[in-house]
């Protein structure tokens, strides 16, 4: 089961883009990298999930090496309700292999 | 709103006692996953249910049970509550079996006194 490493906290000012980085240095072949948003006492949202390259949505982007050891969910122009804990998750879930969350990092966006 | 419901939306209530959380899938969901969430453990994967079936299971405590119905909707039933369950007890649904997209309900949070 691939482990992640996130920084456990970021600053950053409204309309300024944020990049979190988070590494996944034994992730395995058939591994997706998903990241969640969690905002405080509510469920995890998913934002966004790739396998290699470049995904982007209408909320983020993910950037994610040839290597695949690391991987970086991009938020452009963020806001005060940006502010939320981020999960990165690498897995395919299976009957053995659940999505293991980690601490994540928590975003705080300041005014 | 992720369409899955969860109720009660809080409990509270004494060591040693018994309680059912509830939860409802999204609408053609099977899969439903039951998750722990605690100030120090974090978000802990309990157990999975797929169209009725247990399909994979976490750090689930042998005093915590759940099943999923006919009806697609599940419960998880804790006993013997300790004061360390109290906790947020999220429910997420998926279309299959084999989702990292899942969608999560609005949490029950159990206080145990």
């Known amino acids: 089961l691939a482990k992640t490493t996130q920084p456990i906290s970021m600053d950053s000012y409204e309309g300024q883009e944020v990049n979190i980085t988070c590494s996944h240095n034994n992730i395995a072949t058939n591994d997706y990298i998903t990241w969640y948003q969690q905002f405080p006492s509510q469920g995890p949202r998913f934002i966004i999930q790739?396998?290699?390259t470049k995904v982007t949505n209408e909320v983020a982007s993910l950037f994610i090496p040839a290597d695949r050891k690391s991987s970086t969910l991009s938020l452009p122009r963020v806001s005060l309700s940006d502010t939320a804990v981020y999960y990165c998750?690498?897995?395919?879930?299976?009957?053995?292999?659940?999505?293991?969350f980690g601490k994540g990092t928590r975003l705080s966006v300041i005014a | 709103d992720s369409g899955v419901t969860q109720t009660p939306k809080h409990l509270i209530t004494a060591t040693g006692q018994r309680v059912t959380l509830r939860c409802s899938p999204r609408?053609?969901?099977?899969?439903v996953y039951w998750y722990q969430q605690s100030l120090d453990q974090g978000l802990q994967f309990l157990i999975q249910?797929?169209?009725?079936?247990?399909?994979a299971k976490g750090n689930i405590l042998e005093r915590f049970s759940a099943q999923q119905f006919p009806d697609l909707h599940s419960e998880l039933n804790l006993s013997s509550l300790e004061l360390g369950d109290s906790a947020l007890y999220f429910c997420?649904?998926?279309?299959?079996?084999?989702?990292?997209?899942?969608?999560f309900g609005p949490g029950t949070r159990l206080t145990v006194l």
């Open positions: 998750l690498v897995g395919a879930f299976s009957g053995n292999t659940p999505l293991v």
């Open positions: 997420a649904s998926s279309r299959t079996t084999w989702d990292n997209e899942q969608f």
């Open positions: 790739g396998y290699k």
């Open positions: 249910y797929y169209n009725g079936e247990e399909r």
């Open positions: 609408s053609g969901d099977l899969s």
